[in-house]
């Protein structure tokens, strides 16, 4: 892989993968992560 | 079958995973209340496989709160897990399996327990290789978003929220102890079997069943850590396949999805010509101590 095709990828994911964790923010995704990490999952802790 | 042989310096990257550990984990007194935290830094992804029912977890684990997302009755398109998996993908690559995910260290550990035999890989382990993406795409996306409300591969599969949630809050909470039934035995089973085998075999979770691992190793060509090999230096004598934890070649595979970036291979190389590779200029290559 040719260094302009990486330096090309590296940019394009990371300006993508913050506009994603922005985006996720203003939709109530963040609030949805902190609801289910704050509770003790049944299931990872083969319960549920 | 050859074996891994002991590299110098190994400690040092142990320092850095513990070290790793204690920065996702540092409410260590839960393990003895009982309790999981509950503050707000878990709005946070982690970025290695941490459960967020470890006691001790400050962090969200990004493929429970991925499935999580997928596993609602009305699924969403998961922004912003997948934008912290994106983020650390691009920066690191599997650079987070070497030195930051908790299980990794455990998997580290075990293996530095003696054992009659160690291999560096086996006949036949190429195409399990290819589990994790199975894993992946069937336990972790495909099932969920099939069977709502069922986060499969946490259910049924994840030995980390085994070790750090499951074990220690079934010894500290009797209501969750009584509820203990199949599910519970299971998963135990499969972590019991996962350590066993990292007796011998270097990874064995990275290598055949990581989902994490396998999101995070299709970064490794154009992350910005990396790691480079200069054809010209090489002499050819092979220390770098013999000590590499994931049983690969780093000559032939330095971009492979499979590299963890651990530095075995840089530290065994006696003539330099592995690096690691921090942003894509072309880097000089110089004995590294990590």
Redesign the interface.
Known sequence: MNRALRIGLFCAFVLTGAAFVLLGIFSGQAQAVLSKAIRVCLECIGIG | MAEVKKVKGEWKRLTVQAAMFLLQNPKLHNFFLGT?????T??V?APGLN???CPAAI???PI??LQ??LSKQKP?F??????????F???FGRWICGFVCPFGLVQDLVHKIPFPKKLRTFKGERVLRWTKYAVLLVLVIGLTLFDTL??YF??YL?PS??LF??IP??VTVPQ?RS???F??????GVLVLLLLISLPISRPFCRWLCPLGAIYGL?N????LGMTCDAQSCVGCGACETVCPMGIDPRTQV?STECIRCGRCIRACPTGSLARRFG?APQAHKKSTM
Do not use: E, H
Not at chain 2, 78 to 87: A, E, I, M, Q
């Open positions: 999981i935290d509950t503050g707000k878990k709005i992804c459960c967020y029912s962090g969200a684990c429970g709160s999580n997302a969403s998961p922004f912003y897990v997948l934008g912290f998996l994106l983020l993908g691009a920066l069922v986060p946490c259910k994840c929220g085994t949630g499951a809050l079934s969750l509820q203990i039934g599910l519970f035995w299971w998963k135990i970064f060509r154009f992350a910005l971009d894509f």
